[in-house]
């Protein structure tokens, strides 16, 4: 399994601390079996930081004309119209998907076309699975428009143990399905807003896989 770019440090440094750790526990801290215990809660710790940092390579094999993709893993916690002021200025249906500890937090782009606006807000870090986190969470905000001339929003939200948002798309860019937007950090939700005539294929609950299920069709005509 290849690690996220985003975690080869921090997997590095967090095995030669728990490395050091483990030494003297072993050295003098008798009997054999509290060093068994110790050293196999390290290990799970490890796994645990591990999952986080998982970077399946993805290839989309569908139909992608008006297609939009899941940006990430995780379950659809959210589908509901709202107002999007900020990169589409209008009513749009929001589908949000919550990601917990043990999914890949590697972010995908939704949809192939070009990066119009990115605009990262610091905020605050209450638990994403909360509507109110959508505008109160630190958050990245990537506005898309599709080949066929859909206007298409990303939104990147930290939640409760997330500290870092990384977002790599740039005005200008280009954004395709197969190819990383960014990574959160130990978090937590992205939501999508799209046209409010889109037609939803996902469900409440429903989980769903980052750049493999699709989540939406895009009306044939730009409204």
Do not use: C
Not at 84 to 91: Q, V, W
Not at 103 to 117: L, S
Not at 119 to 135: D, E, N, Q, V, W
Not at 181 to 198: A, H, M
């Amino acid at each position: 399994m290849k690690i996220h770019r985003e975690g080869t440090n921090i997997l590095i440094l967090l095995f030669l601390v728990i490395g050091a750790l483990n030494v003297p526990v072993w050295l003098f801290m008798p009997p054999v079996v509290l060093p068994i215990i110790f050293s196999s809660i390290s290990v799970v710790a490890y796994l645990f930081v591990f999952n986080f940092f998982r970077s399946p390579k993805r290839h989309y094999r569908g139909n992608r004309k008006d297609t939009v993709v899941s940006s990430v893993d995780g379950k659809v916690v959210a589908i509901e119209k709202v107002n999007e002021p900020e990169y589409l200025k209008t009513e749009a249906i929001m589908l949000s998907v919550f990601m917990s500890p043990f999914n890949v937090h590697a972010n995908w782009y939704p949809v192939d076309g070009t990066v119009e606006y990115v605009r990262h807000h610091k905020g605050r870090f209450i638990a994403a699975y909360l509507p109110k986190s959508s505008t109160e969470n630190e958050r990245s905000t990537v506005g898309m428009v599709t080949p066929g001339g859909h206007r298409i929003t990303a939104r990147q939200i930290a939640g409760a143990m997330a500290r870092r948002i990384v977002t790599y798309a740039r005005k200008g860019h280009k954004a395709d399905i197969d190819w990383h937007l960014g990574f959160i950090k130990f978090g937590s939700r992205v939501d999508l807003y799209l046209p409010t005539n889109s037609e939803i294929l996902v469900k409440m609950n429903q989980k769903v896989k980052g750049g493999i299920t699709p989540v939406a069709h895009l009306p044939s005509k730009v409204e």
